[in-house]
């Protein structure tokens, strides 16, 4: 079956580096993104990952190794409004996106 | 580029009416469109899959009859829910991607209807 795994929860310091992990298991890969979903709104997509390295957007980055079904997306200068929850999502060899269940980020002062 | 809006934001009605939630892509055409449902501090869950011009793909345990889909065009698509009740309430969410673009591209998402039936 196809299966997206990420913490549930996380916690880190205002100004801190943070990083969120998820492992994957999809029928075919045609790329895994991150989203970020504050509290009460709809998420809003920060990064695509198809080949295996980093790709970095200002304080965010995110990281794919397809030969282990893992991606990682960092996040550097926490911020309070960082506090969100960040969902990790893959698309299939039918271009349908699987979802993770999320990981809520607590940032404290 | 790539923006979504969903309106209304927010419903509030009483039980047995029906409600619609309209789903928009301004600057692309979305041949396909999605429509999620969220409950209080859960995952997004897929409800179903809004194609142009034909019939929409429900994941299974969504009642088709409850929630209606029509996607009459390449910039709209609206979800029908039926008769709503209480169990019903919850944060309705479209999304649709710039497939013009490529079949890779994200999912952008509307602002979300947050629905409350009493």
């Known amino acids: 079956g196809q299966n997206i795994d990420q913490p549930t929860e996380m916690t880190a310091t205002e100004g801190a580096i943070v990083q969120i992990n998820c492992t994957y298991q999809t029928s075919g890969f045609n790329g895994l993104f991150w989203y970020q979903q504050h509290a009460g709104e709809a998420p809003t997509f920060l990064s695509y990952?198809?080949l295996d390295g980093l790709e970095e957007k200002g304080r965010f980055s995110s990281f794919l190794s397809r030969s282990k079904g893992y991606s990682y997306l960092l996040l550097k200068e926490l911020q309070m409004k960082d506090s969100a929850s960040y969902l990790c999502?893959?698309?299939?060899?039918?271009?349908?996106?699987?979802w993770g269940a999320g990981t809520k980020l607590i940032i404290k002062p | 580029g790539a923006v979504v809006s969903q309106h209304p934001s927010w419903v509030i009605c009483k039980s047995g009416t029906s409600v619609k939630i309209e789903c928009r892509s301004l600057?692309?055409?979305?041949?396909?469109m999605f429509w999620y449902r969220q409950f209080p501090k859960q995952s997004l869950m897929l409800m179903a899959t809004?194609?142009?011009?034909?019939?929409?793909?429900?994941e299974q345990g969504v009642e088709k009859d409850k929630f209606l889909i029509n996607h009459a065009s390449l910039t709209l698509s609206t979800l029908t829910v039926t008769s709503a009740h209480p169990e019903d309430s919850s944060f309705y969410i479209c999304s649709a991607s710039d497939r013009g673009r490529g079949e890779s591209q994200p999912q952008h998402f509307g602002d979300g209807t947050r629905l409350s039936i009493l």
């Open positions: 990952n198809v």
């Open positions: 600057d692309f055409q979305a041949t396909t």
């Open positions: 999502a893959c698309m299939d060899s039918n271009y349908q996106l699987i």
């Open positions: 809004s194609n142009e011009g034909s019939k929409a793909t429900y």
